[in-house]
């Protein structure tokens, strides 16, 4: 691939031809990945992805991989991984400017040692800084877009945007992200001064007894309704503890799906389709995934 020799030749990062969505995810399923790259810093990243974008190569955007079913066959493409970039965050005044690969349980309990605003919503949220403004990520009645001043982004061409909250357009779950193409790469935050590392241990404790947090998963699998939150619709199906294979939902949270050894991804996608259509036929409740299928 053409593409691997211009990232040597560049030194814009490293490439890898073994990987596997099975070992970038943390559902721990999916195929083979034709080509793995980790650019080693933004101009390396804006170079890389300019040329994938001027070839027309086939790439998908990944980052800690905690939201992705992707299939259990070979990918055919690049993946863009971001989990090795550097993150770091910087005070100004009433704001931080934090690298959107700043994994965003790190970032939650980081701000609370020095008192700096209450991101401790993100704290049982296992992703990077990017992908919870891409899909809004929020929990405890909050949310990232609650936080955000603008977002920057590389561009198809390479070229660094910035994007106010305004024009953000996010949603319940969504953003202008999920409509453009880009990759998000860093979040000007308002910020004040509050104690929330008490608060942060509370909700700790309380997501280790009633999360599967032990588990491979993906998180949260279905919006919540507006009238009730989907845990309790898939309980009313009867199917806490259910498995299809080695996929299983969670006796702990009705909205996890886990991973109990060695589940594919046709075993979580049977499961997340049995669900939904049992919930359409027997509630007439019709259940949308927050979760990303490749």
């Known amino acids: ?92 005044e009433n704001t931080i400017v934090v690298s959107a690969f700043y994994p965003t349980i790190h970032l939650a309990y980081d701000l609370a040692k020095e008192e700096l605003g209450d991101l401790s919503f993100l704290g049982g949220i296992p992703g990077l800084l990017g992908g919870a403004v891409y899909n809004n990520s929020g929990a405890y009645q909050d949310n990232i877009a609650n936080h955000i001043i603008e977002v920057k982004y590389i561009d198809t061409a390479g070229n660094i945007q910035t994007i106010p909250k305004e024009l953000c357009a996010f949603g319940y779950r969504s953003s202008i992200f999920h409509y453009i193409e880009g990759i998000i790469i860093e ?20 997501r280790q007894l009633t999360q599967p947090l032990e588990a491979k998963s993906m998180g949260s699998i279905f919006k919540n309704n ?52 049992r919930s359409r036929l027997e509630l007439g409740i019709i259940l949308s995934s927050e979760i990303t299928i490749l």
């Open 1 to 92: 691939m053409n593409f691997i020799h211009f990232v040597v030749e560049q030194d814009l990062g490293s490439v890898e031809s073994r990987c596997s969505f099975k070992e970038l995810t943390t559902i721990g399923c999916g195929g083979e990945i034709e080509c793995t790259y980790f650019p080693k810093d933004i101009p390396s990243l804006q170079k890389a992805y300019n040329y994938i974008k001027l070839h027309n190569l086939r790439y998908f955007v990944l980052g800690n991989g905690s939201n992705v079913l992707a299939s259990d066959h070979f990918y055919p493409g690049i993946v863009i991984c971001l989990k090795r970039l550097p993150y770091s965050y910087e005070k100004k």
């Open 187 to 206: 979040v000007t935050l308002e910020i004040e001064r509050i104690a929330t590392k008490e608060k942060l241990d509370k909700r700790k404790k309380q």
């Open 226 to 277: 507006p009238l009730i939150p989907s845990w309790k619709i898939v309980d009313a199906l009867h199917l806490r503890g259910f498995k299809i294979g080695d996929a299983a939902v969670s006796a702990k949270h009705t909205n996890f799906i886990i991973n109990l050894g060695n589940a594919t991804s046709n075993d979580i996608l049977s499961l997340i389709h049995l669900i939904e259509t």
